[in-house]
């Protein structure tokens, strides 16, 4: 039996896959993963014995880079992105038993034209609740297209943000669906989200509330084991005093990381706290060469997060799970989409402190740190930590093998090797 699974989008798109990847091969899977063809994506799956099939071009490029799209370039670019998705998937999947994909909506919308192509069965997954359309909780807004500010009613949003996929990924998408022969969709969101989406996060941290629209599938957070040892470096670091607070913002770029770092490091300090910086896409690094203070680059979170006081991050999907997990207290600074979503669900948990925006100040930053470093949370925190589960990917990798066998047939064509 052989899977493909296609992202396009941040490490939070790409991780997660992995680990699917991981637990479909313990199954006797054979699977391959279309994903950007950043090179710590590469080493990501080298790590765990996987393919890549690389997609498109770098997302660190396009998250990184100084031109900002505008409202009336991007149809263009998501056209260019759903047809570049469409060639390389198709020409990876060819012999597979199923397509699974997740990250930016036209690159899913070429992915799932290719399992349609074969006649497979497709499977689209979200990793946070509130991508999903729901009554209880509006849409994000996508660029160019703010949501109206007199509506309150969650429907009535959705009804707009359909509107705004349309306008956006419609266009793009109906132009690939000419190219092979099918008429234009009608609405983009149900086309590509299908009527029984997957939901790659954990039932305590980010619940589905039901009755919904959708018959959503929540399988749990797919996590991928990280078993690396952490730097004799940083060991030593840690084992020099006591648990520092680690401070990271992942694939945000945080276009002022030179004040970020310094107003990180300086409310860390105001509380009588060592600090860990995580580099990460913003580059951020030490603002003195005082040695209360270590920089990182890419180590093992799963290592390291249970040895921290507290995490300050930007409230992506992974990092914001693998903190709960590690039951350390946590400090998000949402940037944009999801992590509003995260900040909010750790704040209503008790386990941290959700920052009031983006942009953090010694004051701001200080308050919540104060909030996350109390005893309180991290008993709490703890608490948490041991109601997750961690066999997400593991449930999910059944319930595709349960979904292949219910709708595909064998054929004659899928005898050859990946």
């Known amino acids: 039996m052989r899977v493909l699974l296609s992202t396009y989008g941040s490490r939070g798109d790409v991780q997660p896959m992995a680990a699917l990847a991981v637990r479909l091969r313990e199954l006797g899977v054979e699977v391959r993963v279309c994903a950007p063809s950043d090179e710590e994506f590469a080493k990501l799956l080298a790590r765990v014995g996987v393919e890549l099939v690389p997609a498109a071009d770098p997302v660190r490029t396009l998250v990184t880079g100084t031109k900002t799209p505008t409202p009336e370039g991007l149809p263009r670019r998501a056209a260019a992105l759903a047809a570049a998705q469409y060639e390389v998937v198709a020409a990876a999947a060819e012999g597979c038993d199923a397509v699974v994909a997740t990250g ?159 107003v990180a490091v300086e409310a860390v300090r105001a509380q009588g706290r060592r600090v860990l910086v995580g580099r990460g896409w913003a580059d951020l690094a030490l603002i003195d060469d005082r040695d209360d203070c270590f920089v990182v680059g890419d180590v093992s979170h799963q290592a390291l997060f249970p040895r921290v006081a507290a995490v300050v991050h930007h409230g992506g999907a992974g990092t914001a799970t693998t903190a709960a997990l590690a039951g350390a207290p946590q400090v998000v600074v949402p940037q944009l989409v999801d992590q509003p979503y ?12 959700a920052h009031d925006g983006p942009t953090p100040t010694f004051e701001s930053l200080s308050a919540a740190l104060k909030v996350a470093l109390t005893p309180e949370t991290s008993t709490r925190a703890a608490a948490v930590a041991a109601a997750m589960r961690t066999d997400g990917a593991a449930t999910a990798a059944k319930l595709l093998l349960e979904l292949i066998g219910r709708e595909t047939r064998p054929t004659a064509d899928r005898s050859h090797s990946l």
């Open 342 to 353: 995260w900040a909010g669900r750790v704040a209503e948990l008790g386990i941290g402190a």
């Open 104 to 262: 930016l909506v036209p690159a899913v919308a070429g992915a799932r034209e290719v399992a349609a192509d074969l006649g497979i069965p497709f499977v689209y997954v979200a990793c946070f609740p509130t991508m999903l359309p729901s009554p209880h909780h509006a849409p994000h807004p996508l660029p160019g297209r703010p949501l109206p500010a007199d509506v309150t009613d969650n429907r009535a949003l959705w009804d707009f943000n359909a509107q705004s996929f349309n306008t956006l990924y419609g266009p793009g998408i109906d132009a690939l669906r000419e190219s092979v022969g099918r008429p234009p969709v009608d609405d983009v969101i149900s086309h590509v989200f299908t009527d029984r989406p997957w939901l790659a996060a954990d039932p305590v941290l980010g619940p589905w509330q039901e009755p919904a629209d959708l018959g959503v599938v929540q399988t749990g957070a797919w996590i991928l084991p990280d078993e690396r040892p952490l730097p004799a470096e940083l060991v030593e670091f840690l084992e020099a005093g006591a648990p520092p607070v680690y401070v990271g913002f992942g694939s945000m770029p945080m276009r002022e990381s030179t004040d970020v770092a310094r």
